[in-house]
T-cell receptor
Framework: AQKITQTQPGMFVQEKEAVTLDCTYD???????LFWYKQPSSGEMIFLIY??????QNATEGRYSLNFQKARKSANLVISASQLGDSAMYFC???????????????FGQGTILTVHP | GAVVSQHPSRVICKSGTSVKIECRSL??????MFWYRQFPKKSLMLMAT?????????EQGVEKDKFLINHASLTLSTLTVTSAHPEDSSFYIC??????????FGPGTRLTVL
């Protein structure tokens, strides 16, 4: 079984600063994908970034980048130039690779509430 | 981008009644849909996996007779909370996965059982 851990219940950052949200995972499957989602107070789950276990380079999407350290089994999210609108709950999730019966299922971490101060 | 809708977005019902929540993939065919439950400020917990034309697979601890799932077509899955009680009050979110593995979440349904 796979497991995702987010150890930061809450994080604070000053507007325009960068912030790192931690995520570690545990799986014995060599093929998996790591996701980060943002959930504002409205409840919708907004996809931010994806990293495949075989991807050689760290994923980047605009102000979001994923610091993927496979040996350490960590997939931290880095948000650069924080904006007030970034205040939300952030979830890290893992999905097993294609071909398995668990394909598609996302296992989520506990979440981190990010607050951006002006 | 692909859109997944959920209806209703919010529902309040009396204890003992049944509530049906619809999840639709609007511009792609979803081979698999997933139903999650989320308590306030908590993580999403997978309830069941729904494949078109077959019975849903429920996660351990989820009562299949309580949470009925039907995936009648490649664009629609429904979750029916039968004989709802206050402890069933929660935020229910579906996600839909296409043939290429792309996956999108619905906006969620907030259920309040009085």
């Amino acid at each position: 079984a796979q497991k995702i851990t987010q150890t930061q219940p809450g994080m604070f950052v000053q507007e325009k600063e960068a912030v790192t949200l931690d995520c570690t995972y545990d799986t014995s499957d060599p093929s998996y994908g790591l996701f980060w989602y943002k959930q504002p107070s409205s409840g919708e789950m907004i996809f931010l970034i994806y990293q495949g276990s075989y991807d050689q380079q760290n994923a980047t999407e605009g102000r979001y980048s994923l610091n993927f350290q496979k040996a350490r089994k960590s997939a931290n999210l880095v948000i650069s130039a924080s904006q007030l609108g970034d205040s939300a709950m952030y979830f890290c999730a893992i999905r097993m690779g294609a071909g398995g019966t668990s394909y598609g299922k996302l296992t989520f971490g506990q979440g981190t509430i990010l607050t951006v101060h002006p | 981008g692909a859109v997944v809708s959920q209806h209703p977005s919010r529902v309040i019902c009396k204890s003992g009644t049944s509530v049906k929540i619809e999840c639709r993939s609007l511009d792609f065919q979803a081979t698999t849909m997933f139903w999650y439950r989320q308590f306030p400020k908590k993580s999403l917990m997978l309830m069941a996996t729904s494949n078109e034309g077959s019975k849903a697979t429920y996660e351990q601890g989820v009562e299949k007779d309580k949470f009925l799932i039907n995936h009648a077509s490649l664009t629609l899955s429904t979750l029916t909370v039968t004989s709802a009680h206050p402890e069933d009050s929660s935020f229910y979110i579906c996600s839909a996965m296409g043939r290429k593995g792309e996956q999108f979440f619905g906006p969620g349904t907030r259920l309040t059982v009085l």
